[in-house]
């Protein structure tokens, strides 16, 4: 059971290019996120979807689009890259219970360099 | 404004002691906490939760309090072992739909052998 899986696990980009963050999931998850690691920030969410076909914005969402063209996959894209997201990218999904009472299952991350 | 709030950047025990890692909220729509072990080079892993229903619940070594009249949780560990040693998250979720789940800043515990 691999859970979640994010590629790359290391990325350097200069400013402005774009690239697309993988993430896949084999849990049949209904949500799935993407949060930034920053030193002292903690945790912040940059997207979200509950499903296929939906997707909506976190905290901090500028720079960055997301897709949901089916369960598994959650692609984070970075139309042209700044500095300013140089971070660490983590995907997490969830089973979406009445309760509300799942945890998040997080991904292994992806290290991003802007240069 | 930080909804979660994790006051101590850090926290240093001897194994064998307890380890005390404190969280407080704002958010009094909040009905659902949790805590992740954060190991360098890895993604957060749960570790326990516990519904707003409830104030204590426990899972061998680890025990979260919540006391929601102060907007305060907290994980205890009894004993502290040295693989412990991690960065801890507190992190909570409202009701209803609302799946998001806002985290604090994040204790980087040390357990010394």
């Known amino acids: 059971n691999a859970g979640v899986t994010q590629t790359p696990k290391f990325q350097v980009l200069k400013t402005g290019q774009s690239m697309t963050l993988q993430c896949a999931q084999d849990?049949?998850?209904?949500?799935m996120s993407w949060y930034r690691q920053d030193p002292g920030m903690g945790l912040r969410l940059i997207h979200y979807?509950?499903?296929?076909?939906?997707?909506d914005q976190g905290e901090v969402p500028n720079g960055y689009n997301v897709s949901r063209s089916t369960t598994e996959d959650f692609p984070l894209r970075l139309l042209s890259a700044a500095p300013s997201q140089t971070s660490v990218y983590f995907c997490?999904?969830?089973?979406?219970?009445?309760?509300?009472?799942?945890?998040?299952?997080f991904g292994n991350g992806t290290r991003l360099t802007v240069t | 404004d930080q909804q979660v709030k994790q006051n101590s950047p850090s926290l240093s025990v001897q194994e064998g002691r307890i380890s005390i890692l404190n969280c407080d909220y704002t958010?009094?729509?909040?009905?659902?906490f949790l805590w992740y072990k954060k190991y360098p080079a890895e993604g957060p892993t749960f570790l326990i939760s516990?519904?707003?229903?409830?104030d204590k619940n426990e899972d061998g070594r680890f025990t979260v309090f919540l006391n929601k009249s102060a907007k305060h949780l907290s994980l205890h560990i009894v004993p502290s072992q040295p693989g412990d040693s991690a960065v801890y998250f507190c992190?909570?979720?409202?009701?209803?739909?609302?799946?998001?789940?806002?985290f604090g800043k994040g204790t980087l515990l040390t357990v010394n052998p």
């Open positions: 849990m049949n998850h209904e949500y």
């Open positions: 979807s509950v499903g296929a076909g939906i997707t």
């Open positions: 516990i519904s707003s229903i409830k």
């Open positions: 958010n009094s729509m909040f009905d659902y």
């Open positions: 997490a999904s969830m089973a979406i219970s009445g309760s509300g009472g799942s945890p998040l299952h």
């Open positions: 992190a909570a979720r409202s009701g209803g739909s609302n799946y998001k789940l806002t």
